[in-house]
């Protein structure tokens, strides 16, 4: 089975910059959950939504690349049926020309 969750989108306070430091800034995340579905066992995906933005909010990461491992470990300790997890957060406000994004799999 697999699970999509497109264009989570919220604010946060992530970044290296001095005034990423201060104020939120917008940021979009994008899921793909591959597990083994079982109808008494399933993964619920409001669940998974509002784990990743508390985790954001609440640890103000540095970088990207530190959030997406930190998300995926969450995510894999409260949802341990997780097999295969895609994750992508994008920061589309930080360049004016563009979007900018990391991105990252983990199986388990």
């Known amino acids: 089975m697999i699970i999509r969750i497109r264009d989570l989108e919220f604010k946060c306070i992530i970044?290296?910059?001095d005034?990423?430091?201060v104020s939120k800034q917008r940021v979009i995340v994008d899921v793909k959950i591959e597990y083994s579905y079982l109808k008494e066992n399933y993964i619920n995906y409001a669940d998974v939504s509002a784990l990743i933005k508390k985790v954001m909010k609440k640890r103000k990461f540095?970088?990207?690349e530190d959030a997406l491992k930190s998300l995926s470990g969450e995510l894999k300790q409260n949802f341990s049926r997780i097999?295969?997890?895609t994750l992508e957060?994008?920061?589309p406000d930080i360049l004016r020309n563009?979007?900018?994004s990391v991105k990252?799999?983990?199986k388990f």
């Open 89 to 91: 957060i994008s920061k």
């Open 15 to 17: 970044g290296i910059l």
């Open 62 to 64: 540095l970088l990207l």
């Open 19 to 21: 005034f990423e430091r």
């Open 98 to 100: 563009c979007i900018v």
């Open 83 to 85: 097999d295969l997890l």
């Open 104 to 106: 990252d799999k983990y």
